[in-house]
Structure formats: C-alpha cells, structure tokens
C-alpha cells in the first residue's frame, strides 16, 4: 500500500540505523545502513531529487535549471558517483581532517570565500572555520543564498571574484 510520506519536522527527514560496531557481532540490523543508503541513493536519485533542490536560498531554482542538475544521473548506473560522494562524506572523515592539518602550504595564500548563509548543508561554523585558517581570506557572505551562490546571485558572485583577481594581479 502506498502512502503519502510526511516527516516529522518539514522540510527535514531524520533517519536513525544501526550501524556495525566492533563491540558485538554482526547482525542483519547493519546491512540496513547500506541496503538504506543504496535505495535512496541509486533507486530513489535522493541527492538531485530531494537534497538539491532543498539546499538553495531564498532564490529558488528554475525547473531548467534543476535539470542541468539532475540529467547526469537519469539511470541506477549513472548513479555510482553520487553514492560514493555522500559515503564518503560519511567515512572519511580523518582524512580530510589530515588534508586540513597540512593546510600550511597554502593557508597564507590570498583566499575568497563565497559563503550563502541559508546554507543548510554547510553551516556558517564552516565559513568561520576557513575564515581562521586561511587568515588572508575576503569573505562575501550571501544572506539569502544557500549551497548555491553562483546560481542565485551570479552577479554579485562573478563581480566579487573579478575584483578579488583584479587586486590579486596588482
């Protein structure tokens, strides 16, 4: 029987599952986690389906636009990239946590950083976090973007990063 599915908390979903652990034997409980993870990712298209088009700003994607987002993955096959991308946002954290511990090569550099504040996906801790790392950074804080400045204010986006180049070039 199909029904209409309501989250508890609009426009959130929240998911709990039993993962595996070192501390007990396996069960069929933790292939859940990776049985759920490929049904949303592969059957469902969840990322351009439900996170895209819930992570702009104010300024809502057109329906054109969207689809230059979500063509890509059309089919199960096409589909792999975006499973192992969210994975690895899940698993891999120590290694990016080593990427931002030999960030002295580079955190002296000149740095913009593009930052919409109704981003739900990438808090504005983030944008401190770089802020403080990469002291030589300008920052352009969107209030009314989300993931998305360059999509939602192309303008003010392209301006700041041709003026930034300018005054890099002097």
Not at 87 to 93: F, P
Not at 123 to 130: C, D, I, N, R, V
Request: hydrophobic content about 35%; overall charge positive.
């Amino acid at each position: 029987k199909k029904e209409v599915f309501e989250p508890l908390q609009p426009p959130f979903v929240g998911m709990y599952v039993c993962g595996p652990t070192v501390y007990s034997n396996v069960h069929l409980g933790n292939v859940r986690t990776f049985l759920t993870f490929d049904i949303l990712y592969r059957y469902l298209n969840f990322s351009p389906r439900f996170i895209l088009p819930s992570s702009f700003g104010k300024k809502k994607p057109s329906r054109k636009t969207l689809e230059h987002y979500t063509r890509p993955f059309r089919n199960r096959a096409e589909r792999n990239g975006t499973i192992a991308f969210a994975r690895s946002l899940l698993n891999d954290q120590k290694w990016f946590e080593s990427l931002w511990a030999r960030k002295s090569r580079i955190d002296q550099k000149p740095a913009l950083l593009i930052w919409g504040m109704k981003d739900k996906l990438i808090s504005e801790k983030y944008l401190q976090k770089f802020s403080e790392g990469f002291p030589h950074s300008a920052v352009m804080r969107l209030e009314d973007c989300g993931h998305f400045p360059q999509e939602e204010q192309p303008e003010p986006v392209g301006h700041s990063m041709l003026t930034f180049l300018r005054k890099q070039s002097l």
